[in-house]
């Protein structure tokens, strides 16, 4: 069975940057798309970054420029790496593979001064 395992969220002031892990299960990481999407208090959770197994990625507006998902196929791993991080970006952060409804447990992210 995939089991997607999320870490590296935290507490960080306006301006700083935290790195989001997640190692994800099983032999056909490769093919799959993984995207991060996140979930703040009241809110839907929507989609922050998306990368294929070639390495093409996609942004929320949002986010560009901020963040940066990449991934290492030998590895079974995907990262988002934010920086410049804004308290509207405090929110639980999920790991996702795409069209799979398998998810991650989420990780908080708290950006506050």
């Known amino acids: 069975q995939v089991q997607l395992v999320e870490s590296g969220g935290g507490l960080v002031q306006p301006g700083g940057s935290l790195r989001l892990s997640c190692a994800v299960s099983?032999?056909?990481?490769?093919?799959?798309?993984m995207r991060w999407y996140r979930q703040a208090p009241g809110k839907a959770r929507e989609l922050v970054a998306g990368?294929?197994?070639?390495?093409?990625?996609n942004y929320a507006d949002s986010v560009k420029g901020r963040f940066t998902i990449s991934r290492d196929n030998a590895k079974n791993t995907v990262w988002l790496q934010m920086n410049s991080l804004k308290p509207e970006d405090t929110a639980v952060y999920y790991c996702?593979?795409?069209?799979?409804?398998?998810w991650g447990q989420g990780t908080q992210v708290t950006v506050s001064s």
């Open positions: 099983g032999s056909t990481f490769s093919i799959y798309v």
């Open positions: 990368i294929t197994g070639g390495g093409s990625t």
């Open positions: 996702n593979i795409a069209n799979s409804g398998r």
